[in-house]
């Protein structure tokens, strides 16, 4: 690659359009959207999403079929939530969760096609 000469018409310095810059959503809607992928780039929490999935699941369904401590599970749990992807109701001791929307889903699936 050969470099520039100062003389160069290049938009390097001037001419970054501001319609260029239009392109780039607002910097909260990128910060909110780099925490939901931070939400998913555990793999014990996209186990959780699988196994939600399947439909609403007990903390203690979750500890089992994870073999994982229940300070884990609640951790992954609790960061799952406050990204909006999961919801939980309370039914004695235990917490059911269940995925707020199954969209993720499709989401994550089409992730896990392109990179195969």
């Not at 260029?20 to 959207?33: A, H, Q, Y």
């Not at 014990?44 to 401590?69: F, H, M, Q």
């Not at 309370?90 to 917490?95: F, M, N, P």
Request: overall charge neutral; glycine content about 4%; aromatic content about 4%.
């Amino acid at each position: 690659m050969s470099e520039l000469n100062k003389d160069d018409n290049c938009c390097l310095e001037k001419n970054i359009s501001a319609h260029l810059k239009l392109e780039i959503p607002p910097e909260t809607i990128l910060e909110n959207l780099s925490e939901k992928f931070k939400a998913l780039s555990d793999p014990t929490r996209l186990k959780i999403l699988y196994l939600l999935e399947g439909g609403e699941l007990c903390v203690c369904e979750l500890i089992l079929a994870l073999d994982k401590p229940q300070s884990t599970i609640s951790h992954h749990l609790n960061v799952l939530k406050n990204a909006g992807f999961i919801a939980g109701r309370k039914e004695g001791l235990w917490i059911h969760y269940k995925l707020k929307n199954h969209k993720i889903m499709n989401i994550i699936n089409v992730l896990r096609e392109i990179t195969q």
